[in-house]
């Protein structure tokens, strides 16, 4: 390993754990999500090391507690996880043209919202080993997070477990409030989304619907109507027109 490398994977095991701390402390609310879904505590942390998503590990836990077809849960889960994939194009003009296919895909396998914001923003052409050293102290955490969430789940009583199961909730508001305070769309949009999954639940016609097939059907049909409404403006086109 040369010099260069080395240092790379240092400098990704130091930013690492922030990145893992909060994976710990974020991966213990889906232990929780998974406790109530059915899962092993055993199961839950092998679901975390096969699937470095929050948001796509809470909607297969809370489609399992539903009992949805794998089918659905399949769909559902790549849905919640297609941002990755705008990423994963990002990630690829970074890269050295000469980059080994296997880096390409251990990298593409462990991309996260964090391990991509602090690649993106080293200098020059991404350096596996920096992404390497992140991943071996943050990936542990997160499945070790989620393991810990299942075993306190099955241990602590039914009124704590729903209490600690609200922290996962909190973590979405985290997510989508910040956008709606800055876009009238995104709060409309998001006021509709509670809406429609409302009344789906609600009508006659759609309650006889499964809850999974509901999510995708909503998911698709809502944002394909927002990207045709109010489609994002290119601000450097219009600026070079």
């Given amino acids: 390993m040369t010099e260069r490398k080395r240092k790379a994977f240092r400098a990704g095991l130091r930013d690492g754990v922030p990145i893992g701390l909060g994976y710990l402390a974020a991966s213990f609310g889906l232990g929780i999500a998974a406790r109530?879904?059915?899962l092993l505590p055993l199961e839950s942390m092998l679901a975390s090391m096969l699937n470095n998503a929050s948001a796509g590990e809470y909607v297969g836990f809370t489609l399992i507690a539903a009992k949805a077809t794998l089918i659905e849960i399949a769909l559902m889960t790549f849905v919640?996880?297609?941002r990755y994939l705008l990423m994963s194009c990002a990630w690829s003009q970074r890269m050295a043209p000469?980059?080994?296919l296997r880096h390409r895909l251990l990298m593409g396998f462990f991309i996260t919202d964090e391990f991509f914001a602090t690649a993106i923003a080293q200098p020059g052409d991404l350096e596996p080993m920096y992404t390497?050293?992140?991943i071996c102290v943050a990936s542990p955490l997160w499945a070790l997070?989620?393991?810990?969430g299942c075993i306190a789940g099955n241990l602590l009583p039914d009124r704590a477990v729903s209490a600690f199961?609200?922290?996962l909730f909190g973590m979405f508001l985290a997510t989508i409030i910040p956008a709606?305070?800055?876009s009238r769309i995104i709060a409309g949009?998001?006021?509709?989304c509670f809406a429609a999954s409302w009344a789906a639940s609600a009508l006659p016609l759609f309650a006889g619907i499964s809850t999974g097939t509901r999510t995708i059907v909503l998911t698709v049909v809502i944002a394909c109507a927002a990207a045709l409404l109010f489609p994002i403006k290119d601000e450097e086109g219009e600026a070079d027109a």
């Fill in 132 to 134: 390497y050293g992140e």
């Fill in 145 to 148: 997070g989620t393991l810990l």
């Fill in 165 to 167: 199961s609200v922290a």
């Fill in 189 to 192: 949009l998001v006021a509709v």
């Fill in 80 to 82: 919640a996880n297609a």
């Fill in 36 to 38: 109530n879904a059915g």
């Fill in 180 to 182: 709606a305070r800055k």
């Fill in 98 to 100: 000469d980059l080994p």
